[in-house]
């Protein structure tokens, strides 16, 4: 069974930074494309970054410059390193391991971001 665990979401004062963590479980993932996905309230779950098998990364225009996606594919890990943090970056975040027809989220863990 598929499992993705995400860790690492809390409370940051603005300009702060966070280290998202998502391992998996069940298979191997050597061959997914790993994502972050945000979702804040009252609106639509938005791409954050991506990362392929490869290691090509994909970010969302809001966060360049500030975010970086990282995978470590012997711990089946995908990370965000989040800096130089804003408040509308408040949002509950979601990993994805995805390939071909098989898509995988994990639970979501909650980034808030306020003095």
């Known amino acids: 069974q598929v499992q993705l665990v995400e860790s690492g979401g809390g409370l940051v004062q603005p300009g702060g930074s966070l280290r998202l963590s998502c391992a998996a479980s069940?298979?191997?993932?050597?061959?997914?494309?790993m994502g972050w996905y945000r979702q804040a309230l009252g609106k639509q779950r938005e791409l954050v970054a991506t990362?392929?098998?490869?290691?090509?990364?994909n970010y969302a225009d809001s966060v360049k410059g500030r975010f970086t996606i990282s995978r470590d594919d012997a711990k089946r890990t995908v990370y965000l390193q989040m800096n130089s943090l804003k408040p509308e970056d408040t949002a509950v975040y979601y990993c994805?391991?995805?390939?071909?027809?098989?898509?995988?989220w994990g639970q979501g863990t909650q980034v808030t971001v306020s003095s």
């Open positions: 994805n391991f995805r390939r071909v027809y098989q898509n995988y």
């Open positions: 990362i392929t098998a490869a290691s090509t990364t």
């Open positions: 069940g298979r191997d993932f050597r061959l997914y494309v």
